[in-house]
């Protein structure tokens, strides 16, 4: 591949072709079923894939097919094939609902207004996950270009990924005979230690997700007349919380919940903490004197990997600050976000959670657990050596440095059911979503730099299958 010539044509038809159809997307407030159950009704989502499909069928290739499928009550899925001029056969894989608005967002900023800054585009959804329809065409409208031979292509856009992708196996199932068995799926859909190379994603955390509820009375009361006659809900919240994990290090203390770590995946920690350094300090927005929670950069790639986490997300019961009266609260709940190690089996750990948290309550609280969702991580399949070069020589052509792998903090709930799908596949699993871009945040932001030259190394990947068939 001539790489300069690959650049330069991607950079030009990312300025000239993506990013005012990108900067569109944005604007659509196509919220993920989770949090639009009127999705149908109110009509965003169909916005969104009239609008990509729209723009990918003006670009089509010869041979090339564009469909949108419907099933019933389920969101819409988009899928281009391109039959192959050489053996080999790729699934390239992205989606186009989105996280909701959130609050925070900067002066001049706001979740569905496009604002480009400089090599940044602002706005709920470019980088998770608008550009990936736009890369992996972009890749393969650049090898047609050169006349490169290409395998059998399929682009899979869903749209339920944001809510557990609910709706992707029915449309594999549906799907399946006109994919076929691919040799190597990529998703475009995951995160990055830094904008300067190309970072492959080798293992997600599962996560059990649930809304923890402690009752005390049936009514507030006065907080002086009732203190230390009534116990406190959020007291016996917090101590049912310390069931699960160790308050002063955030360390999970559940046996069944912890594993022993592989040690190549002990291995690839200790390079890519090499390669960032001390860049976790200013990865993300602490406030103060904040700083990680462990010092060594290779433990804290473990603890977003290969160690699970406990947050709360959301939180019932408590009123702001400036309504709060002299009341002892009936209840407080939580939503508790649990991840867990790519290996642990999601529905175990639900039930290990759920008895935990409200067996023997504290002092005979009325305590519940509702968790009706979880999912499985990933943990990738040993990576062949004609991909591990592959990898190696289009991160160095496009970004001037080797590619980096390491597992991710995050959970993808459709890699565990691709991999249990297509088991002789090799996966790579990348994205532009590195520090501060701030995907489910405020402030969102695809780096454009980041999204043209991952783009390129789509295009080096799809040409080596080609090549090496």
């Known amino acids: ?50 609008h990509m499909l729209g723009w990918a069928t003006a670009r089509a290739l010869p041979g090339m097919t564009l ?3 419907r099933l019933p009550g389920l969101t819409p899925t988009i899928l281009i094939q391109l039959p192959g001029t050489a053996p080999g056969n790729v699934l390239l894989y992205g989606h186009l609902d989105k996280q909701p608005e959130f609050e925070g967002w900067e002066d001049g900023l706001a979740p569905w ?24 065409l972009a890749a393969i409208l650049h090898l047609a270009e050169v006349d490169a031979a290409l395998p059998s292509l399929s682009i899979l856009i869903e749209a339920s990924e944001e809510s557990g992708s609910p709706d992707l196996p029915a449309y594999m199932e549906a799907l399946g005979t006109r994919i076929g068995d691919p040799d190597l799926v990529i998703a475009l859909d995951s995160s990055a230690g830094n904008y300067d190379q190309l970072w492959m994603t080798t293992s997600l955390r599962g996560m059990v997700l649930g809304t923890l509820t402690v009752q005390v009375l049936d009514e507030g009361v006065h907080s002086g007349m009732a203190g230390g006659i009534v116990p406190s809900s959020f007291r016996i919240l917090r101590q049912l919380l310390s069931r699960l994990e160790d308050e002063a290090t955030g360390n999970l203390i559940v046996p069944s919940l912890t594993i022993t770590i592989p040690a190549s995946r002990e291995h690839e920690a200790a390079y890519a903490g090499e390669v960032l350094g001390d860049g976790f300090s200013h990865m993300y927005p602490f406030a103060g ?41 009936p209840a407080t709940a939580v939503k508790v976000s649990l991840r867990i190690p790519p290996t642990i089996d999601a529905a175990a750990a ?67 059911f691709l991999a249990d799908r297509y088991p002789s596949a090799q996966f790579v699993i990348t994205g532009v979503l590195g ?5 489910h945040g405020p402030n969102e932001f695809l780096d454009l730099p980041t999204a043209k030259r991952v783009t390129g190394c789509v295009a080096w990947l799809l040409q080596t299958v080609a090549d090496k068939s």
């Open 350 to 416: 639900q039930r290990t959670v759920n008895d935990l948290l409200t067996r023997d309550p504290p002092e005979g609280a009325a305590v519940s657990f509702d968790s009706p969702q979880g999912a499985n991580g990933w943990h990738a399949p040993v990576t062949k050596p004609w991909l591990d070069v592959a990898l190696t020589d289009a991160s160095t052509a496009f970004f001037g440095k080797p590619a980096v792998s390491m597992g991710c903090g995050g959970s993808i709930p459709f890699m565990g």
């Open 113 to 136: 207004t496009p604002v480009r800054r400089g090599d940044r585009l602002f706005g709920r959804g470019g980088a998770d996950d608008g550009y990936a329809i736009y890369a992996a």
């Open 435 to 439: 520090p501060h871009s701030n995907a």
């Open 1 to 50: 591949m001539d790489t300069r010539r690959a650049a330069r044509w991607i950079d030009d038809f990312w300025e000239a072709e993506i990013i005012p159809s990108i900067s569109t997307y944005i604007g659509i407030p196509n919220k993920s079923p989770d949090f639009d159950p009127a999705w149908e009704k109110n009509g965003y989502m169909e916005e969104a894939v009239a």
């Open 67 to 69: 469909d949108v499928h």
């Open 289 to 329: 004197h904040t700083r990680p929670m462990a010092e060594s950069a290779t433990d804290l790639v473990l603890n977003n990997s290969w160690r699970g986490s406990l947050e709360i997300t959301g939180a019932d019961g408590l009123p702001a600050v400036a309504d709060a009266g002299n009341v002892l609260r």
